[in-house]
Structures are given as C-alpha cells and as structure tokens.
C-alpha cells in the first residue's frame, strides 16, 4: 500500500516518538542553515527546495535515518563518514536511529548544497 502525505509533519508523524525526534532534528538542522527552503513531498519523502531546485531529501527507516543530499553531497564528504562508520551510497548515508545524528556535518552538507546551487545558478 502506498501513502501519500500531504506534508512533511504527516510523514514524521507515522513513526515512532523517538524516530520523530530524530527526523525533526535532522529538518531543524537544515532550517538552521537556510530558513527559506521549501518544504515539499517527493517520491514520498520530505524534501527540501533551494533557490526551486531540489535540494536534499530525508526519510525514516526501522533501523537508520536516510540522508540524501545528492551525489556531490556525498562525494565531498566521504572522508567524513568513514570516519564516523556511517554507512554511504553514491546519493545517500544512513544515521541510525540509535546514534546522535551528527548535526555539524548535517550542517556542512547543507551549506555545500546551497553554494553548489547558488554557482550553478550564477
């Protein structure tokens, strides 16, 4: 069966309390970033626009949080996430759901995705 939500909040709101701790932190993380992104669903996954690009995608698992910044986003810090044992793909990490989701490097992936998106756009 598949579901379609309206919003970001009717998507968080189907998992577990501290799964949506987790997935609003994660969308406060970004926000702190860049406050004027639109929120939006695609292919049934909060996901962000910046500048009316798509930008970053977000999405709960049973076991993991998955990021999807794109495959520059990853690329670019893939030394970071070996670091951290997180497991990556060529457009995603994984943040289990029972580890800190690293906010900081959350933070310098959305700040890398903006300016690739302000040169693009220039």
Same mark, same amino acid.
């Given at each position: 069966?598949? !579901?379609?939500? #309206? !919003? %970001? !909040? @009717?998507?968080?709101?189907?998992? &577990?309390?501290? =799964?949506?701790?987790?997935?609003?932190?994660?969308?406060?993380? /970004?926000? $702190?970033?860049?406050?004027?992104?639109? *929120? +939006?669903?695609?292919?049934?996954?909060?996901?962000?626009?910046?500048?009316?690009?798509?930008?970053?995608?977000?999405?709960?698992?049973?076991?993991?949080?998955?990021?999807? &910044?794109? @495959?520059?986003? %990853?690329? !670019?810090? *893939?030394?970071?996430?070996?670091? #951290?044992?997180?497991? +990556? $793909?060529?457009?995603? =990490?994984?943040? &289990?759901?029972?580890?800190?989701?690293?906010?900081?490097? /959350?933070? #310098?992936? /959305?700040?890398?995705?903006?300016?690739?998106?302000?040169? #693009?756009? $220039?």
């Amino acid at each position: 069966m598949k !579901n379609t939500f #309206k !919003n %970001i !909040n @009717d998507y968080i709101l189907l998992f &577990p309390p501290e =799964v949506q701790e987790k997935l609003n932190q994660l969308r406060e993380a /970004v926000h $702190s970033q860049i406050p004027d992104l639109e *929120e +939006y669903i695609g292919y049934q996954m909060p996901a962000f626009r910046y500048k009316g690009k798509p930008f970053i995608y977000f999405a709960g698992y049973k076991k993991h949080i998955g990021f999807y &910044p794109g @495959d520059h986003g %990853i690329k !670019n810090f *893939e030394k970071d996430f070996t670091e #951290k044992k997180l497991k +990556y $793909s060529k457009g995603a =990490v994984q943040f &289990p759901i029972h580890e800190e989701i690293p906010l900081d490097l /959350v933070k #310098k992936i /959305v700040a890398f995705r903006a300016e690739e998106i302000t040169k #693009k756009k $220039s």
